[in-house]
């Protein structure tokens, strides 16, 4: 989201480079102060203008839900920590993205340095002169286009700065600590959220072996990715192109959720049930959070290999003797109950009779 007409600072460089925006120049001259988390600056300013106006419209500016997908799920995750979006919105939808994913200022400057040395420019005033099409070009050279290698721990990519200003304290921390406990979250995450980097990246997105898939999924914290593939190969239909494997792994990892292994077929075990906050079903994944999202609606999935319990309740003994209606049927633990149909009773029809007992 832009502020319309106008840019979040006067001293920022005027393109509309997604790369730019979280451009960190902050610690490049005092001139620069101003130029920090822009993309989340103009976001906030966004933001306030819909609130500012948005009555106007027939809109509610005290019921705001804000939502993002991927990288917007991630300026969302940024959002919930920054003091000046505090009140702008009122419930948040993350999908494929989360609080966790961070830089602090060396890494955000060492990036912004990279760029202007990639550029052959003498120092950070000189990108006011650059088209946008020159900092496409160059941005490449300063982040990867590999999607494991720039989000996975330890990678550099384009987002969120802790500053110390408009964030002055990590998000992840800052919801912990309740920033946003009056926020009703939704939290999801795609099923197949890397496979368009899977089919753009063609041969070069295939890891030369299993070890080199191995080095990845420790570089994200998993501490037996023997059993992580192995668990993964019981789950994706092409088991066994590496490359799918891979793109399956790092739709789960960037989420930030830490991997644990749930024993699948090979092992005898039943998948573990998932709690999912959306559509997804995330049943189909090999690894759950470590701990449930809190989501404003969610269900229980019961896998499908789940065996059902026998009955053991007696048969019941027929009776001629009309004894008291029975109760409705208690819900099911792993199926919410069918909504029944809204009546929508016409001009003349007459009031229900009230139940007799």
């Known amino acids: 989201m832009r502020s319309p007409g106008r840019p979040a600072r006067s001293s920022s460089p005027p393109t509309t480079a997604w790369g730019t925006r979280f451009l960190h ?8 102060a101003g130029s920090t988390n822009l993309a989340l600056q103009d976001q906030m300013a966004a933001l ?29 995750g940024a959002l919930l920590a920054a003091p000046a979006a505090a009140g702008l919105f009122h419930k948040a939808i993350l999908q494929s993205g989360s ?7 060396a890494t955000a400057t060492t990036m912004a340095e990279d760029l202007i040395t990639a ?51 990590a998000p992840q921390q800052a919801v912990a600590d309740g920033a946003a406990a009056d926020i009703p979250l939704l939290v999801s995450t795609t099923r197949d959220e890397v496979r368009v980097f899977q089919m753009i990246g063609g041969d070069s997105f295939r890891p030369e072996d299993e070890t ?22 019981n789950r994706i239909a092409d088991s066994g192109d590496l490359s799918a494997l891979r793109g399956a792994f790092l739709t789960d990892a960037p989420t930030g959720s830490r991997p644990r292994v749930w024993p699948g077929p090979r092992q005898g075990r039943e998948a573990a049930p998932t709690t999912t906050s959306s559509s997804t079903n995330r049943a189909d994944r ?10 404003s609606t969610s269900s229980t999935v019961r896998p499908s290999s789940a065996p059902t319990p026998p009955n053991t309740s007696p048969p019941a003994t027929p009776s001629s003797a009309p004894g008291p209606p029975s109760p409705p049927p208690a819900p099911r633990a792993d199926r919410p109950m069918p909504r029944k149909p809204r009546a929508t009773p016409g001009p003349s029809a007459a009031p229900r009779p009230k139940p007799t007992a």
């Open 99 to 105: 609080t966790s994913r961070i830089f602090d200022r």
């Open 25 to 32: 120049l902050a610690d490049l001259g005092s001139q620069w």
């Open 286 to 295: 090999p690894w759950a959070p470590s701990t449930a999202p809190t989501c």
């Open 119 to 169: 550029l052959r420019l003498d120092g950070p005033e000189d990108l006011l002169t650059v088209t946008c099409q020159r900092i496409l070009d160059a941005q490449s050279t300063v982040v990867t286009g590999d999607i494991g290698q720039r989000n996975l721990p330890g990678g550099r990519s384009r987002g969120a700065v802790l500053d110390g200003s408009v964030l002055p304290v």
């Open 48 to 76: 306030r203008w819909v609130r500012d106006n948005i009555a106007s419209f027939g809109g509610d500016p005290g019921n705001i839900t804000v939502a993002g997908q991927s990288a917007g799920a991630f300026s969302i």
């Open 212 to 233: 080199a898939l191995y080095t990845e999924m420790r570089r994200a914290g998993v501490t037996e990715p023997e059993k992580l593939l192995d668990a993964y190969r």
